[in-house]
């Protein structure tokens, strides 16, 4: 599509070595933003996510949707009180505004790709939440304090296998 059908999507070529990475040890976390917001005019970011053995993020919510694809090892998801696994090739989408988390219940890292929908400024965010959890993983009212800006609740601790 041209610019002139009103897609607010510009040229973008995200590859590996380009790539800065977000690391959040007190959830596990390695992050790489792949589409930032802006080269989608904040209709849509792309990450790619590796999740430490056992980790994961806390429980919680956020306007944004999301759809997850799993390109290595294998979930245990809860989306809106549900539980499932999840491995290589499944999609999973997440209404916005749903509480959910996941753990990697593999014995290596796992490995996502994340569409969030529409956009946030993924990098600011998990730079300055790795900022809050440099200590290892706050109370639950910071978390919700820093959140609150992003209009993002955290509801409780990851879930366990």
């Known amino acids: 599509m041209t610019r002139e059908s009103g897609m607010p999507f510009q040229l973008f070529h995200s590859v590996p070595d380009d790539v800065s990475l977000v690391k959040i040890p007190a959830i596990g976390l390695e992050l790489a933003v792949r589409l930032p917001h802006d080269?989608?005019?904040g209709a849509l970011t792309?990450?790619?996510t590796v999740n430490a053995p056992g980790f994961g993020p806390p429980l919680h919510r956020h306007r944004e949707a999301e759809v997850f694809r799993v390109m290595e090892g294998e979930y245990l998801y809860e989306v809106d009180g549900k539980r499932f696994r999840a491995a290589v090739g499944d999609v999973i989408s997440v209404p916005g505004?749903?509480?959910h988390t996941f753990t990697n219940l593999s014995a290596s890292p796992s490995r996502q790709i994340v569409l969030m929908l529409p956009a946030m400024d993924a990098m600011k965010f998990f730079v300055g939440l790795g900022e809050i959890m440099a200590a290892g993983?706050?109370?639950?009212?910071?978390?919700?304090?820093y959140g609150a800006a992003w209009g993002v609740e955290f509801l409780g601790p990851p879930i366990k296998a």
């Open 97 to 99: 505004g749903v509480a």
């Open 39 to 41: 080269a989608s005019g």
């Open 46 to 48: 792309v990450l790619e």
């Open 137 to 145: 993983r706050p109370e639950q009212a910071v978390l919700n304090a």
